[in-house]
Protein backbone atom coordinates (compact mmCIF):
# COMPACT_ATOMS: atom_id res chain seq x y z
CA UNK A 1 0.00 0.00 0.00
CA UNK A 2 1.33 3.37 -1.06
CA UNK A 3 0.21 6.23 1.12
CA UNK A 4 1.19 9.72 0.36
CA UNK A 5 0.79 13.31 2.08
CA UNK A 6 -0.71 15.83 -0.06
CA UNK A 7 -2.19 19.13 0.43
CA UNK A 8 -5.38 20.94 -0.71
CA UNK A 9 -4.91 21.63 -4.71
CA UNK A 10 -2.41 19.05 -5.42
CA UNK A 11 -3.03 15.84 -7.21
CA UNK A 12 -2.24 12.37 -7.50
CA UNK A 13 -1.76 10.36 -10.56
CA UNK A 14 -3.13 7.06 -11.14
CA UNK A 15 -1.61 6.01 -14.77
CA UNK A 16 -2.30 8.32 -17.62
CA UNK A 17 -5.63 8.91 -17.38
CA UNK A 18 -6.67 8.97 -13.49
CA UNK A 19 -6.00 12.23 -11.63
CA UNK A 20 -6.95 12.79 -8.13
CA UNK A 21 -7.55 16.18 -6.62
CA UNK A 22 -7.56 16.51 -2.99
CA UNK A 23 -10.21 19.46 -2.75
CA UNK A 24 -10.48 19.91 0.71
CA UNK A 25 -9.38 19.19 4.10
CA UNK A 26 -11.36 19.99 7.28
CA UNK A 27 -10.23 18.30 10.48
CA UNK A 28 -10.67 13.98 9.89
CA UNK A 29 -12.20 14.81 6.65
CA UNK A 30 -10.84 14.93 2.96
CA UNK A 31 -12.75 15.97 0.21
CA UNK A 32 -11.36 14.57 -3.11
CA UNK A 33 -12.63 14.78 -6.33
CA UNK A 34 -11.84 11.96 -9.43
CA UNK A 35 -11.17 12.38 -13.03
CA UNK A 36 -11.09 9.09 -14.64
CA UNK A 37 -12.70 7.76 -18.14
CA UNK A 38 -16.31 7.40 -18.16
CA UNK A 39 -16.02 3.13 -18.43
CA UNK A 40 -13.81 3.41 -14.84
CA UNK A 41 -15.88 2.32 -11.91
CA UNK A 42 -15.61 4.05 -8.72
CA UNK A 43 -16.97 3.62 -5.66
CA UNK A 44 -16.54 4.31 -2.07
CA UNK A 45 -15.50 1.40 -0.36
CA UNK A 46 -18.90 0.67 1.83
CA UNK A 47 -20.73 0.55 -0.94
CA UNK A 48 -18.36 -1.55 -3.33
CA UNK A 49 -18.57 -3.95 -0.19
CA UNK A 50 -22.07 -3.77 -0.10
CA UNK A 51 -22.34 -4.54 -3.89
CA UNK A 52 -19.73 -7.55 -3.30
CA UNK A 53 -22.09 -9.13 -0.89
CA UNK A 54 -25.23 -8.92 -2.35
CA UNK A 55 -23.65 -10.49 -5.90
CA UNK A 56 -22.48 -13.69 -3.37
CA UNK A 57 -25.69 -13.77 -2.11
CA UNK A 58 -27.58 -13.56 -5.04
CA UNK A 59 -25.30 -16.21 -6.64
CA UNK A 60 -26.37 -18.57 -3.80
CA UNK A 61 -29.77 -19.44 -4.16
CA UNK A 62 -31.79 -20.48 -0.81
CA UNK A 63 -32.50 -23.64 -0.42
CA UNK A 64 -30.58 -25.69 -2.49
CA UNK A 65 -28.42 -28.22 -1.02
CA UNK A 66 -25.39 -28.20 -3.27
CA UNK A 67 -24.77 -31.73 -2.44
CA UNK A 68 -27.90 -33.02 -3.69
CA UNK A 69 -27.07 -31.27 -6.97
CA UNK A 70 -26.19 -34.03 -9.78
CA UNK A 71 -22.39 -34.40 -10.15
CA UNK A 72 -22.17 -35.17 -13.57
CA UNK A 73 -24.42 -33.10 -16.35
CA UNK A 74 -24.54 -34.35 -20.09
Known sequence: MLVLTRKPRQQIMIGDDIIVNVVDVQ???????????????????EIYY?????????????????????KDVG
Do not use: F
Not at 27 to 45: C, H, L, Q, S, T
Not at 50 to 70: F, T
Open 27 to 45: GDNVRIAIDAPREVKIYRG
Open 50 to 70: AIQEENRQAAMPDGVDIKSLP
